[in-house]
């Protein structure tokens, strides 16, 4: 018996019983491509895998009739005829009839107007459950479809979304390959004149309807939205070749015979995406989740759906919203709204405009250490992939993948800040890339780093002016900054910090008037343009080496997370000098990376203060005296070697003393 053979029989038995597993009705579809197809099963497993065990709809029961048109009816009424027109079925009047209310009453549903593309997703539900009694059920399992892959693609009335996805799409290609991103780029063949029937249409537009169904068996076996990226990825891997050696008369050529031959291309296209995709970060594939969907976060199971009936025939939720009034209306087309999502969407946006991928604090952690969440005691898994190990740097034989890191502090920040040091790290001076020679032979050297991951620290940027600075480091005093007045590079601190790194003023942003988030990207973009890690990325890339990350917030996020997660920095983080390092992230205008890490200190201050009432010598800033804070002011100024401004704070100490 074949495999295959095998799996077709564990598939009827599960479905065939009374408490169905769904995840392993998923997992045997995934692992095993065209299982779905050989076994005839394909309405029954796409219900269960969208609707859930009850969530389908019988055959007799049919569609509600709309009331009155959509917005863009015209333009709806003109795609249907377009739709499938080679095929004799779908110009049929009843196959076109059905099409048109299937996507008439999806989008009076969701309140939203016809959006291109919608005909073509729609049209392979329609073929598996012809009219005239099969609309019912291809209306739920083509809403089911949209809201769990496509659902800011056509549920939302502005582009942002997808324009977004286009830059998110650049990014994946950089970080996977990055000598094809560029090559494109200089061509000016960006993803926006290619990818969006790929992302719109789940790439059904232009494929035969018998593979749109294979690759879609797939697609809903995996069940992530990010994984549309990876399927547009692996077409453009697989035409590598053609595309490196063309130039911007033929690319468009290449990219339009990229066609997907046959049902082994499809199982070959399929299996070459989910190896791309094992190997993405997990913060990334919720970024490029947020593209497609509301949330970061991947469903296990298929969303319940409620279903009522008028007359024997079936009225969608959002039908039904809208007949019962405005309050019940407005409920129900919010009812996915979350601050959380708001600021994964505002953290997609940002990083949508950065020059490379930014790698979460807690998933370095759980690449440094190769050891289980359960030995650690806390877990530094992010929502949303619990127990996934196929979504990170961990391969699906639970083997650690080796991760380089390389710590671009410069080694008076390091003295001065107490941080501590990354053991296993190589060390590199920011100044070193201004020195073209030795960094040529540098690179030499790191070739042999080739295909590993690769994860660059620093320290960002301080997020205040010098006098604000010395304010904060020798009196204690607020400066007033306001996020409008955030200085980046500019000072004579920053450059010393950053060892004469100071990158040029970036050019126009990529980020556009579609953004709602336009002053978060700016700030990205700002950041990027001073922070050394970004520019050594930048040239790794050049030289064409793939899968490079750069810390997100640097090295006082990857304290905070340590000790937000573990309690303590070791073994990843040692020599740290907790003292020294709070003092330092407050005195620096850093205290905006590290807000958890304070957090955890006034906690354990608090804590300690209840323990020892009558021993504690705690004060907060504001109940010091004068004479207090400029003593504290003088021992930071000796500590630092700071002669001038010690000399200046002992005068005013003997002033203070002879009042």
Not at 63 to 85: F, I, S, W
Not at 119 to 148: K, M
Request: hydrophobic fraction near 40%; include cysteine; charge should be negative.
């Amino acid at each position: 018996m074949t495999t295959n053979q095998i799996a077709r029989n564990l598939l009827y038995e599960e479905i065939a019983s009374d408490n169905i597993n769904i995840l392993r009705v998923r997992e045997l579809c995934r692992d095993n491509p065209g299982l779905v197809a050989s076994g005839g099963l394909r309405i029954r497993v796409w219900s269960i895998l969208l609707l859930g065990e009850s969530g389908a709809v019988g055959e007799d029961v049919g569609l509600m009739n709309p009331q009155e048109p959509c917005g863009e009816m015209h333009v709806l009424e003109a795609d249907v005829k377009r739709t499938r027109a080679g095929m004799d079925s779908f110009r049929s009047s009843s196959w076109r009839r059905g099409l048109t209310d299937i996507l008439q009453i999806f989008c009076l549903s969701h309140n939203i107007q016809y959006k291109q593309g919608m005909n073509e997703v729609a049209a392979p539900f329609l073929y598996l459950n012809p009219p005239p009694h099969g609309e019912a059920l291809s209306f739920v399992l083509f809403e089911a479809f949209v809201c769990r892959y496509l659902e800011n693609f056509f549920c939302k009335d502005d582009s942002a979304y997808l324009f977004k996805a286009f830059r998110m799409f650049h990014l994946l290609l950089v970080y996977v390959d990055p000598q094809l991103a560029q090559h494109l780029q200089e061509q000016q063949f960006v993803p926006e004149l290619y990818s969006p029937q790929w992302f719109l249409t789940l790439y059904s537009r232009g494929l035969d309807l018998h593979l749109v169904l294979r690759l879609w068996d797939m697609m809903i076996a995996v069940d992530d939205p990010a994984f549309t990226f990876f399927v547009g990825l692996a077409l453009l891997r697989e035409k590598r070749e053609r595309l490196l050696l063309a130039d911007s008369s033929d690319i468009p050529e290449i990219i339009s015979d990229m066609h997907i031959r046959g049902e082994d291309g499809v199982d070959g296209l399929v299996l070459l995406a989910l190896e791309l995709y094992r190997k993405i970060p997990r913060c990334f594939l919720r970024y490029l989740r947020v593209c497609c969907v509301h949330t970061p976060e991947l469903a296990p199971l298929p969303t319940p759906w409620k279903r009522s009936y008028s007359g024997g025939a079936l009225v969608p939720d959002g039908m039904a919203a809208l007949r019962a009034g405005e309050e019940a209306r407005t409920e129900y087309t919010s009812r996915r709204t979350d601050d959380d999502c708001d600021a994964y969407s505002q953290a997609m946006a940002c990083q949508s405009v950065r020059k490379c991928m930014m790698l979460s604090p807690s998933e370095f952690i759980s690449a440094a250490l190769p050891i289980s969440t359960a030995e650690t005691g806390n877990s530094s898994e992010e929502p949303g992939d619990v127990g996934s190990s196929a979504i990170s740097f961990r391969g699906q034989s639970q083997e650690h993948t080796q991760m380089v890191v390389i710590d671009i502090r410069s080694s008076e920040e390091v003295d001065v800040s107490g941080g501590g040091s990354l053991p296993t790290s190589l060390q590199m001076e920011p100044d070193f890339l201004d020195q073209p020679d030795a960094l040529e032979k540098w690179l030499d050297h790191f070739d042999s780093m080739r295909g590993l991951p690769i994860c660059i620290v620093d320290m960002p940027p301080s997020q205040a002016s010098s006098g604000a600075l010395w304010k904060r480091l020798l009196l204690g005093q607020g400066d007033g900054i306001s996020p409008n007045s955030v200085q980046y590079g500019e000072t004579a601190l920053q450059s010393r910090l950053f060892g004469g790194f100071l990158s040029n003023a970036f050019t126009k942003p990529p980020c556009d008037d579609r953004s709602p988030f336009q002053k978060a990207e700016m700030a990205a973009i700002a950041d990027d343009s001073s922070r050394a890690a970004v520019r050594l990325a930048v040239m790794l890339q050049k030289h064409n080496f793939s899968r490079v990350v750069v810390l997100d917030g640097g090295f006082p996020a990857l304290v905070s997370q340590l000790f937000q997660s573990r309690g303590k920095v070791e073994p990843v983080i040692i020599n740290h000098d907790h003292d020294k390092w709070s003092n330092f992230i407050v005195i620096s205008g850093r205290s905006h990376c590290s807000s958890d890490l304070q957090a955890a200190r006034e906690a354990q201050i608090l804590k300690r203060s209840k323990k020892y009432p009558m021993n504690s010598s705690f004060k907060m800033s504001h109940d010091l005296s004068e004479m207090e804070s400029t003593n504290i002011a003088l021992e930071v100024a000796t500590r630092l070697g700071h002669n001038h401004m010690r000399k200046i704070l002992e005068d005013k100490m003997k002033s203070i003393q002879h009042r």
